[in-house]
């Protein structure tokens, strides 16, 4: 918190400070009551390591792994209805929510490109 302080962030941005605070006492008090919580976020870094290496597939053989790139594409999409239902009920700022369904928007561009030139490529022998 020092830092956005330091930085005049806190001065031009009250509501992002707040939040952070906010966040920050929230994980703080409940990682030093109940360590165990932080197991889950271990594993929300397993699942992502994973659908990573679905990826690979892409690299090796585009054409038969384009199934890759759509599923990649609909979890993009899927983003934006997430944060905006989730994010009301449990109260997560408007200005938080966009942050994260930008995620999906910049997730979805380079995917979409990807599959473009995909299907451009031959299907084969």
Request: net charge positive; aromatic share 16%.
């Amino acid at each position: 918190m020092r830092s956005l302080h330091e930085s005049g962030l806190a001065d031009r941005w009250p509501e992002l400070t707040l939040w952070i605070a906010r966040v920050n006492q929230g994980l703080s008090e409940t990682y030093s009551a109940y360590p165990f919580v932080a197991y889950g976020t271990d594993w929300l870094a397993f699942a992502h390591l994973v659908i990573a290496l679905a990826f690979w597939g892409c690299l090796r053989d585009p054409v038969r792994n384009v199934w890759v790139v759509d599923f990649g594409m609909i979890a993009c999409a899927a983003v934006i209805p997430f944060a905006l239902v989730c994010g009301r009920l449990r109260g997560i700022p408007w200005f938080w929510q966009g942050v994260d369904m930008s995620f999906g928007v910049l997730g979805f561009v380079p995917l979409w490109v990807a599959r473009r030139s995909i299907r451009r490529l031959p299907s084969g022998p």
